[in-house]
């Protein structure tokens, strides 16, 4: 999980609130506030001074009950991330979460009790990534302006993450994913300064950084007919003078725009509004592609599909990892993929991790597939070898 300096357990059973209390506490949360009942959690978020970062709360609780917490959350606009956690069956929990979602809500997980080290893990414990960058203990690395300073010196990179076409079998381009490289930490992951990105309104910067070195990254030979994935932010597809800024440096670098895959989430697909609506249209126009990113955690329907001629669709990385284990994964995983065909949509598989789960995908028809099983995002010196033997992914899947 990201770093959050409070978080507020909701909960009546005082030996659930202890279990969560020394468990963040072990974590260095900086302040840990609880409530008995929703109503309580909404007295002490209107009083509390700061924004609170994390909600963990029970379903069923006395007074107020999770689910009215949780509408209550949205009407007010709650900007923080959410977990649930329930003794009752996981279907009602997982139910719950989904509701949050369609709410707009951030939520991160959902456990069932009993609450244990293994299990709270699974939802609040650190990324599995051996990538250097952690907060400092006490959890205030890196501020606002640590992330502006090192957006002047250019320490904001994108590595790259290669995406096999699973009808051709070779590399057909990759996914460029932001990392500051901070001369004494190292390599630092987006988790930890998206964040503070956004809030402090720097991603405008940030995206144009990485679209630079993007840009410079493609004119080398071995780059030549690969596509390259970008993110986009949310606030920035508003701005109807992006299309132009992007042309603009693509065109005087020598570059086609259909070399650019931009990624944008699901959320956004959610509230497109006639800005973005125009944004988008223009970009495609002009030979973009638009792809939607972590498919199935947002709750778009067909209509929302069908405003804008999407070109690519790639489904969230939690229900991939799942695909075999859990049935509601699996049906999201065949739904997506029949959505996609309907609407003349690439489906892309993100995060596989599993051999197993590559050739699942690849068996209901997947077209491209992402994850570590085939590589991890890399520098560009690296992704450079790596575009030079369009095969050579083969054998990370052959020695898994
Ligand atoms: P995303 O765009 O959905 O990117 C996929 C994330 O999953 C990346 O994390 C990638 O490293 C990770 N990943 C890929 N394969 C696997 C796998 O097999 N297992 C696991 N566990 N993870 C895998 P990363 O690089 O930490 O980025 C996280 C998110 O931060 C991205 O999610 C994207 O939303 C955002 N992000 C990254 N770079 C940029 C950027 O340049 N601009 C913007 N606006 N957002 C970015
Ligand atoms: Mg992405
Ligand atoms: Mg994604």
Redesign the pocket.
Known sequence: MDPVDSILVVDDDPTQIAILTAYFSSMQVAEILHARDGAHALEILDRHPKPVGLIVSDLKMPNMDGYELIRLLKSRGFKGRIALFSGHQKELIENAANLARMYGLDVIGHISKPLTKSSLDKVFGS???SEAGRANADGTWPLKEDVSAALDKGL?V??Y?PKVDLLTGSISGA?????WIDPERGVV???LF?PIATNSGL?GR??IA?VECVIEDMQRPEWAGMKIA????PG?LSDITLPDIFMNRIGKAGLKTSQFCL?I?ESTVLDLDPATLEVLSRLRIHGFEISI??FGTGASNISNLRMFPFNEL?I??SFI?NVLTDAFSAETVNASVSLARMMNMRVVA????RKEVFDYVKAKGVHQA????IA??MPADQITEYFSHPHSWMRSIAAA
């Open positions: 990324r599995k990534s904001f994108p590595f993450q996914e460029a994913l932001v990392r992951s987006p988790g998206l991603m940030l995206t990485i970008i993110n986009i932010p920035m990624e989430t990113d972590d790639k969230d990385q990892n993100e995060g596989i991790e992402q994850g570590y099983l991890k995002p």
